[in-house]
T-cell receptor, first 111, second 113 residues
Framework: GEQVEQLPSILRVQEGSSASINCTYENSASNYFPWYKQEPGENPKLIIDIRSNMERKQTQGLIVLLDKKAKRFSLHITDTQPGDSAMYFC??????????FGDGTQLVVKP | EAAVTQSPRNKVAVTGGKVTLSCNQTNNHNNMYWYRQDTGHGLRLIHYSYGAGSTEKGDIPDGYKASRPSQENFSLILELATPSQTSVYFCASEDRGDAETLYFGSGTRLTVL
């Protein structure tokens, strides 16, 4: 299969705390895992990605972890701010070099 | 940054009518995609293309056709629109270099009455 499962569907956190979104994938050949952020009324934009030769990647308050054995990857947002409120999509590469998306997580950062 | 332009931004159509959604990209990307976004379903792939003259079925192609007449243009065609096709449609082009980044257009909100 090529499904990507993403949880939770809604995540509410207090400003300044961290937020974590978890995804699992089915295709053991997947080697590219991007994360997209979509603000209300906007289009999705790439915020960070990780390849299968890495286990951890960090940039500007975002951390991505990849566990290939468990076919699991996650996004961690440290010190959340109201501007982090958005829809987040995980994705994994699959057959025919396609990208398969999870169903999204609505992150709400409460002031 | 890659420029992907969709038109129209909003469209109201009647059931049984024909709808064409247009997408233009100016970055010479080979791959282009059409997704629809509905609450609870995320981004679902309808059709995609590897280059001019090529179209491939995605995960939910029924009721949709696609056309890629040139590197720059990729259209999504609803021959007989139905209310179930009411959705937000996103076009994307893909940089097949190291990044494999998808660049999305601003979306088309389609309402079928």
């Amino acid at each position: 299969g090529e499904q990507v499962e993403q949880l939770p569907s809604i995540l509410r956190v207090q400003e300044g705390s961290s937020a974590s979104i978890n995804c699992t994938y089915e295709n053991s050949a997947s080697n590219y895992f991007p994360w997209y952020k979509q603000e209300p009324g906007e289009n999705p934009k790439l915020i960070i990605d990780i390849r299968s030769n890495m286990e951890r990647k960090q940039t500007q308050g975002l951390i991505v972890l990849l566990d290939k054995k468990a076919k699991r990857f996650s996004l961690h947002i440290t010190d959340t701010q109201p501007g982090d409120s958005a829809m987040y999509f995980c994705a994994a590469s699959g057959s025919n070099n396609r990208i398969f998306f999870g169903d999204g997580t609505q992150l709400v950062v409460k002031p | 940054e890659a420029a992907v332009t969709q038109s129209p931004r909003n469209k109201v159509a009647v059931t049984g009518g024909k709808v064409t959604l247009s997408c233009n990209q100016t970055n010479n990307h080979n791959n282009m995609y059409w997704y629809r976004q509905d609450t609870g379903h995320g981004l679902r792939l309808i059709h995609y293309s590897y280059g001019a003259g090529s179209t491939e079925k995605g995960d939910i192609p029924d009721g949709y056709k696609a056309s890629r007449p040139s590197q720059e243009n990729f259209s999504l065609i609803l021959e007989l629109a139905t209310p179930s096709q009411t959705s937000v449609y996103f076009c994307a082009s893909e940089d097949r270099g190291d990044a494999e980044t998808l660049y999305f257009g601003s979306g088309t909100r389609l309402t079928v009455l």
